[in-house]
């Protein structure tokens, strides 16, 4: 089976996606006239400045949301993996990814709130790729693909791996305690502790909806991100002579690669596309949540969001990992042997165990705890997030067929995902990893494709770019979109809402 899971996994992450996400990247920052940093500024004063609906979450919310999909085990364990197996100059290529998929980033997120719905049987806001390949593209036998592949992704293959990652931390840190047979197989106390902690907490949140899964990741990821950031600074700042150094290190393997250019760059994109989510389609579901004035405000909120995975979580982790040494070099040399070994052979690579060594050289016994209670925070509100995404896509595959069917549906793919998150947790990381990285390539490719047939039918992210910008520029007191007037159809929420915003005005007059 996992050589199955492998030969599907070449096929999917062929450099064929590789290029792909770099040239949308690159294509789309080219469109937007270089947005991810022209309108950074205006990034950051709009994370705060929407708020909570009865039928949607706030503009932070959504960011903290969407963080929590972005900011979990790719920013710890894949960041890892990245180095190991690509070198340090996978870590460029990661940053590469980040830049160019901010660009990206806001193009899924504005084409979400522009083609979102309110859902008939909650009146939450629901959007996402499946919504705007029907509307925009016309094409819904596309969304339905998408939905049906997202809910086996996000509910299938992805949930393992954040478990994963918790259990291994937490092993590492408590050791595995007495071993118990289950289902054949030998797993150990701690393993199964740290399983049913998950699953209890998770379904207690899962249980109360969209405004509970908001409100607790907008609680513990800006914590825990800040924290793992400040302890990251301060082992730089212990060592920062060394920062230059690791600097031109990676810079110079991103070129130059000690495991191979192929590698390098490969594991870069590949961690950078899991790790930032960019171009993957996912996160654009916690976008079309946010209750906005306009479209494209959340899609830059979306778009900053890269930049605080990417070039601040990855890099503290990536800098953490390269200034204390605390990293081998995977290639493929005969026998197991290592290109670059600084620590224990043997060490899993597709795990927090990097990171951890890096922590525990410098706070000792701390470092190590702390990392696992980052892995298991960041893990589990990414967890919380696909769970989220599986059930929208849940949402627009039954939108149509009554509440039984849509009762049905959400809580079959709690049921699960909850099945998923115990399986992920008693199995090996590479063969998790492995699973996850065809859930992520596959969606990838799908919302990828999409979004750029999108753009050369009727450019709508960049239209509602454009639209803000001029309202922008005239200073105008309160932003409106006006979906007619500038020529995008299938906008139904927006076009209801100009006509309420109208009929106010009237009345007021």
Same mark, same amino acid.
């Given at each position: ?95 590469v990814v980040g830049f160019l998929g901010a660009a990206t980033a806001y193009i899924e997120a504005t084409l979400a709130q522009i083609y979102k719905e309110q859902d008939a049987f909650t009146s939450q806001y629901r959007g996402g790729p499946a919504y705007y ?116 290190? &990676?810079? #110079?393997? %991103? $070129? /130059?690669?000690? @495991? ?7 594991? +870069? ?79 899993? &690579?597709? #795990?927090? %165990? $990097? /990171?951890?060594? @890096? ?7 701390? +470092? ?79 919302? &990828? ?61």
């Amino acid at each position: 089976m996992e050589d199955i899971v492998n030969s599907i996994n070449g096929i999917i992450w062929s450099d064929a996606l590789i290029y792909l996400c770099l040239g949308a990247g690159l294509f789309f920052s080219i469109a937007t006239r270089g947005s991810q940093v022209r309108l950074f500024g205006e990034m950051a004063r709009l994370v705060f400045k929407g708020k909570a609906s009865r039928d949607g979450i706030s503009s932070f919310q959504a960011l903290t949301l969407s963080l929590a999909g972005r900011v979990g085990m790719g920013n710890i364990a894949g960041v890892a993996a990245a180095i190991g197996f690509g070198g340090p100059g996978a870590v460029f290529w990661m940053w590469v990814v980040g830049f160019l998929g901010a660009a990206t980033a806001y193009i899924e997120a504005t084409l979400a709130q522009i083609y979102k719905e309110q859902d008939a049987f909650t009146s939450q806001y629901r959007g996402g790729p499946a919504y705007y390949f029907e509307k925009a593209m016309g094409q819904r036998w596309y969304g339905m693909l998408f939905a049906i592949s997202a809910l086996i992704a996000l509910s299938i293959f992805l949930p393992g791996i954040q478990t994963n990652g918790v259990v291994n931390a937490v092993a590492q840190v408590f050791g595995e305690g007495t071993s118990l047979n289950v289902l054949g197989s030998e797993v150990s106390t701690v393993r199964l502790g740290a399983i049913a902690l998950i699953l209890v907490v998770f379904g207690v949140i899962i249980f109360g909806g969209i405004k509970r899964i908001a409100t607790f990741t907008e609680v513990v990821v800006p914590f825990m991100a800040i924290g793992y950031i400040v302890l990251a600074l301060i082992i730089m700042l212990m060592n920062v002579a060394l920062i230059p150094q690791v600097f031109g290190l &990676i810079v #110079s393997d %991103a $070129f /130059t690669a000690q @495991a191979g250019l192929g590698a390098a760059i490969g594991w +870069g994109v590949k961690r950078g596309v899991y790790s930032s989510e960019a171009g993957q389609g996912t996160a654009p579901h916690a976008a079309a949540a946010a209750e906005v004035d306009h479209p494209a405000q959340q899609g830059l909120v979306q778009s900053f969001s890269v930049y605080v995975d990417t070039l601040l979580v990855c890099s503290a982790t990536a800098f953490m990992i390269l200034t204390m040494g605390t990293y081998n070099i995977q290639g493929e040399l005969p026998d197991g042997q290592y290109i670059v070994q600084n620590v224990i052979a043997g060490t899993e &690579i597709n #795990s927090p %165990a $990097f /990171t951890q060594l @890096a922590m525990e050289s410098v706070y000792g016994a701390f +470092g190590s705890t702390f990392i696992a209670v980052a892995v298991f925070f960041f893990a589990f509100t990414t967890i919380l997030a696909n769970y989220y995404i599986a059930e929208v896509n849940v949402a627009y595959l039954t939108r149509t067929r009554g509440r039984g069917a849509n009762r049905t549906g959400m809580l079959l793919v709690k049921v699960l995902t909850m099945a998923m998150i115990a399986y992920g947790g008693l199995n090996s990381a590479g063969y998790i990893w492995a699973i996850g990285d065809i859930g992520v390539g596959l969606i990838a490719w799908l919302n &990828i494709i999409g979004i750029l047939v999108i753009f050369f039918i009727s450019r709508p992210a960049i239209t509602a770019l454009r639209d803000y910008e001029a309202q922008r520029r005239a200073g105008v007191s309160r932003y409106s979109f006006d979906p007619i007037k500038l020529g995008i159809k299938n906008a139904g929420y927006w076009e209801a809402r100009h006509r309420e915003q109208v009929e106010v005005k009237k009345d007021q007059v």
